[in-house]
């Protein structure tokens, strides 16, 4: 692996498993990432040699931290009781526990939405500030990672908060798939992002919101009609963001 790479960061999502060796000095891939199609088949099998293969062709040695950002609530030590958007053979795994075994070697495991917000906190949007900063990333559903004072507290399904006047669950009115899928105009999807947000800002009264996701591109035509008090900004890091926050966190992890 390069010289200029610390760690080694890996996103495993429901479609792509995206890798790259992570230069944690300037925030940023040491070499172009390497992806491939999550088997449709995802069992812990399927994907552990999606894995081996990455780290062979990065030849990552044993001395590099290995950081996976996975798609599901990361809880060391405890099996995992439900995933959405891979195989169900994954239930009941400890996920470091398994993703080791098929790496063949020890590994950190991260959820997806925290990795995005350590690294938006680390190198990105967030970077130095203090307080509570709330990072949440706009796609199928609505992803959240809560950093206080730089440490993360994990694994927050902030998405699913139940908004006032009956609209339910926040994702299923709010996520940038229901915008696509009710061809919902930005300014108006902003009035239901106002709703979602004024919600994070009465319970958390959080320092700076940083709004992550693919449509942060188009953060220009929406985040200026969220109307709520607390500072926002749209993500830096983007799609590089799960990469390198797993990777950051990896080295957090070391003994």
Same mark, same amino acid.
């Given at each position: ?5 610390? +760690? ?10 995206? +890798? ?9 891939? +040491? ?40 798609? +599901? ?99 299923? &009115? ?22 979602? &947000? ?58």
């Amino acid at each position: 692996m390069i010289d200029t790479a610390q +760690a080694f960061g890996v996103d495993i999502g429901g479609s792509g498993i995206k +890798a790259a060796p992570v230069d944690l000095e300037k925030g940023e891939f +040491a070499e172009p990432r390497l992806k491939i199609l999550t088997p449709a088949e995802s069992t812990p099998q399927a994907i552990g040699a999606v894995l081996r293969q990455q780290l062979e062709h990065f030849e990552v040695s044993e001395d590099i931290p290995v950081g996976i950002s996975f798609p +599901a609530p990361v809880k060391p030590g405890q099996k995992l009781n439900w995933i959405a958007n891979l195989d169900q053979s994954w239930v009941g795994t400890d996920l470091t526990e398994a993703l080791s075994e098929e790496c063949g070697r020890p590994v950190t495991v991260v959820n997806d939405a925290d990795a995005a917000g350590l690294a938006e906190q680390q190198f990105g949007a967030a970077k130095g500030q203090e307080g509570l900063v709330i990072v949440t990333t706009l796609g199928t559903g609505i992803g959240t990672a809560l950093i206080y004072n730089g440490v993360l507290i994990p694994n927050t399904e902030l998405g699913h908060i139940e908004l006032e006047d009956g609209k339910g669950d926040a994702e299923q &009115y709010t996520s940038s798939a229901v915008r696509e899928k009710k061809d919902l105009g930005y300014k108006k999807w902003a009035k239901r992002l106002t709703r979602y &947000y004024r919600l994070i800002e009465k319970y958390f009264s959080p320092s700076l919101i940083v709004v992550g996701g693919g449509v942060s591109r188009q953060s220009d035509k929406f985040l200026p009609y969220i109307d709520i008090e607390t500072p926002m900004v749209p993500a830096k890091l983007r799609n590089e963001a799960g990469i390198i926050g797993a990777a950051y966190y990896a080295t957090t992890k070391l003994a």
